[in-house]
C-alpha cells in the first residue's frame, strides 16, 4: 500500500527508495516550472524516466504527492534542526541554533521551499491539515528546548505553549514573506528575529560565537 | 457598481447601508450554520429579508460576500485598536495597548472570527491574497507605533519591518489556534504574548495601570 507512506524516510521497501525519490525530485520541478494546478501527472511521470504505474503506485493522485513533497521537506528541516542541536549545550543555546537552522534551510533550499508554501494554497483544507500538524510538531520541538532553559534555570518560568507557537507563527509569517516577495533577506531575518525571539522569553545572547 | 463596495465603512450611497449590512448579517449567520461550501445563495436571501437583487446588486457571488465579511472584520479591529490607542501616551503604551485590544477584540468576536478564519481555508488564492493585505495593514500600524517609540527612546533601534511581520505572525498563530481548539484561552495569551513582544524588543513594562 502506497497510502500511508509519504515519509521519504520510511520507504516501503530499500529497492522503491531511488523510485520514489526520483518521482519526488521530477514533482517538485514540474511544480515550479508550471505551478500545481497546471501541472499534469504525464509531465511528472516524463520527467522522472518512470513509469505513469509506478508514479501511481506510490501517489495516488497530484494532490498525495505535493503532500509528500512537504513531508519530504519538513523531515529534512527537522533532521538539519537535529543535527545542528546535537553538539551545542542544552538549554538556550539549543534554542538559539534550533531557530537558526530553521531559517538557515529555508534559505538554502528557497525554491523547494517557494514552490510547497506558496502554490500549497490552491490545496485548502488538506494543506492546511498537513501545514498545522508540521506547525505542531517544530512548536513542540521548540517547546522541549525552551522547557529545558527553564528547568536550567536560564530564563524565567514562561507559557512554553504559548511562547513555542508564538516563536512558529513568527518563523512562517517571515519565511513566507520572504519567499513570495524576497524581502526581508534571510540574513536580515536571522539578525532581527533570533535576538528578538530570545529576548522574548527574557534571555540575553551572551556571546555568538559563530554565525 | 458593486465591485469596488467591499468596505463597510464606506457604502455606496447611504440609503444601500442597511441592506448591505442586513445582508452581511445574514451571511454570517448562515455560514456560521452551514459552513462557506454548503452554504447558497438563497438561504441568505431568505435570512436577510432581502431580495436576490438585492443581494447580487451588492455581491456578484458568495465568495465577495465572504471577502467583504473579512473586510468588515478587518474594519472593526482596526476601529476598536485605533479607538483604544487614542487616549494613550505615544510609544510603547500604545504598541501594548494595540496587541491586547487586537486579542480581545478576537476574543470578543469569536463567532464571526472562526467563521472568517477556519472557513477561508476553502477559498484558496482570493483569500490568501485578502489575508496577506489586512495582515500588511496591521503590520503597518504596528511598524509606526514601534517607529515612535524608537523615536521616543523607549525601545533601541530594532528591524521595525522584520518585528512587526513577526509579532504580527505570532498574534495570528496563536488566534486561529485558539479559534479553532479553544486553547490556549484569549486571557492565557494576553497574558504569556503581550509581555513577551514587549520584551522581544528590550522593553519591560513599568507598570499594568489597567487590563
Known amino acids: 500500500?502506497?497510502?500511508?507512506?509519504?515519509?521519504?524516510?520510511?520507504?516501503?521497501?530499500?529497492?522503491?527508495?531511488?523510485?520514489?525519490?526520483r518521482i519526488l525530485d521530477a514533482a517538485l520541478e514540474v511544480f515550479a516550472d508550471k505551478g500545481f494546478h497546471a501541472a499534469r501527472m504525464d509531465e511528472i511521470v516524463d520527467q522522472s524516466k518512470t513509469s505513469k504505474g509506478a508514479i501511481y503506485f506510490h501517489f495516488p493522485n497530484k494532490e498525495r504527492l505535493f503532500l509528500a513533497l512537504v513531508d519530504q521537506f519538513a523531515d529534512l528541516l527537522e533532521r538539519r534542526v537535529l543535527d545542528a542541536i546535537r553538539p551545542q549545550n542544552a538549554g538556550m543555546d539549543r534554542v538559539r541554533v534550533a531557530v537558526e537552522t530553521c531559517l538557515d534551510t529555508f534559505s538554502k533550499y528557497r525554491r523547494p521551499a517557494k514552490v510547497l508554501l506558496v502554490q500549497a494554497v490552491g490545496l485548502g483544507a488538506a494543506f492546511e491539515e498537513k501545514r498545522s500538524a508540521i506547525n505542531d510538531r517544530f512548536a513542540s520541538l521548540i517547546a522541549i528546548y525552551l522547557d529545558e532553559a527553564v528547568r536550567l534555570g536560564e530564563i524565567a518560568p514562561v507559557d512554553v505553549e504559548v511562547i513555542s507557537l508564538a516563536w512558529m507563527g513568527a518563523i512562517y509569517a517571515l519565511v513566507i514573506r520572504w519567499v513570495t516577495t524576497g524581502e526581508p533577506t534571510p540574513n536580515r531575518i536571522?539578525?532581527?528575529?533570533?535576538?528578538?525571539?530570545?529576548?522574548?522569553?527574557?534571555y540575553e545572547q551572551p556571546r555568538r560565537e559563530a554565525a
Open 1 to 21: 500500500m502506497a497510502n500511508g507512506d509519504l515519509t521519504p524516510t520510511q520507504p516501503a521497501d530499500l529497492s522503491a527508495a531511488p523510485t520514489r525519490e
Open 190 to 202: 536571522v539578525a532581527a528575529l533570533v535576538p528578538a525571539l530570545l529576548r522574548s522569553v527574557g
